[in-house]
Nanobody, 116 residues
Framework: QVQLVESGGGMAQAGDSMTLSCKAS????????MGWYRQFPGKQRELVAT???????EFADAVKDRFTTSGDHAMKTIFLHMRTLKPDDSAIYFC??????????WGQGTQVTVSS
């Protein structure tokens, strides 16, 4: 089993920076990818960033110029560094892990609220 625990999030003003973290535990050797989704009210989750085992990263177009990621290569802890936050970034952010066998594990979600 893999468990994910997120931290970070909260309130920010437009233009601020914020970092989210996600720590994996359990059978982390089964993880192929980790990353982040976000969910706006009444909408489906959308991909923000994905990090492969060899460190390759892909970002959604809406954030690629403002968000970065970091983390350890053992795929145990990853970070989402968000800068120049906008009110449109207000959402619940979910960490995810894609396991061998293509099953997804989700973190509990953390609310990010950006005021103008």
């Amino acid at each position: 089993q893999v468990q994910l625990v997120e931290s970070g999030g909260g309130m920010a003003q437009a233009g601020d920076s914020m970092t989210l973290s996600c720590k994996a535990s359990g059978s982390t050797n089964l993880i192929k990818k980790m990353g982040w989704y976000r969910q706006f009210p009444g909408k489906q989750r959308e991909l923000v960033a994905t990090i492969g085992q060899t460190g390759q990263v892909e970002f959604a177009d809406a954030v690629k110029d403002r968000f970065t990621t970091s983390g350890d290569h053992a795929m145990k802890t990853i970070f989402l560094h968000m800068r120049t936050l906008k009110p449109d970034d207000s959402a619940i952010y979910f960490c995810y892990a894609l396991k061998m066998g293509d099953s997804y594990i989700w973190g509990q979600g953390t609310q990010v609220t950006v005021s103008s």
